[in-house]
C-alpha cells in the first residue's frame, strides 16, 4: 500500500506539471540554439528536405501549411520523437535526442515561431507538454 501511495503522489505531481503547458508561440527556443540546429539541418537533413526546407522529389516540406495543419496541436515532444527515430530516412537512430532537439528549435523558427531567452530543453516530459499551434491564440 506503501508503494501505491508513493505513485499517486507522483500521479499528482505529473499532472501538476502538465498544467504548465506551453506552445510554440512562447519563444521556447534560444537563436543561438536554432543557429546550432541549422548547421546540424544542413549536413544532415537538407539533401532531402531542401536548404529552405520547401521538401524535395520525395521528401516532404517541413514549413508549409500542410505540414503545421498535420502537425497542428500535436506537441514539440512528438516531433523531436519522431525526427530521433525515423529521421534521416535512410539511417535513422543515430542522432542523440539534443541534436534533434537543436534541429526542432531551427524547424521552429523557420516555421515563424519567436526565439525566446532559453534553449528548448531535449526532456521529453518537458517537450511533450509544448504544443503546435499554427497561429497564436487570440
Ligand atoms: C534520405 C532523405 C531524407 C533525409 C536525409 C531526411 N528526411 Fe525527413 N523525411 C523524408 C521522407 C521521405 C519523409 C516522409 C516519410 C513518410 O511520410 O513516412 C520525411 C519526413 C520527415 C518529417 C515528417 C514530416 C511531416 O509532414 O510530418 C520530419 C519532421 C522530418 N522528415 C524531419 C527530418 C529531419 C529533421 C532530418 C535531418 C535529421 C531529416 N528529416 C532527414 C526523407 C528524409
Known sequence: MRLATSQVVLFILAAGAAAASRSVWDGVYSSEQSSRGQSAYNSKCARCHGEA???????????????????????????????????????????????????????????????????????????DEIFIQPSPKK
Open 53 to 127: 526546407l520547401l521538401g524535395g522529389e520525395s521528401s516532404p516540406a517541413l514549413v508549409d501549411r500542410d505540414f503545421l495543419e498535420k502537425w497542428n496541436g500535436k506537441s514539440v515532444g512528438a516531433l523531436v520523437e519522431l525526427t530521433r527515430r525515423t529521421m534521416p530516412s535512410d539511417g535513422p537512430g543515430k542522432l542523440s535526442r539534443r541534436q534533434c532537439t537543436d534541429i526542432i528549435a531551427y524547424l521552429l523558427g523557420a516555421n515563424g515561431f519567436p526565439a525566446g531567452k532559453s534553449d528548448l530543453v531535449s526532456d521529453a516530459a518537458v517537450l
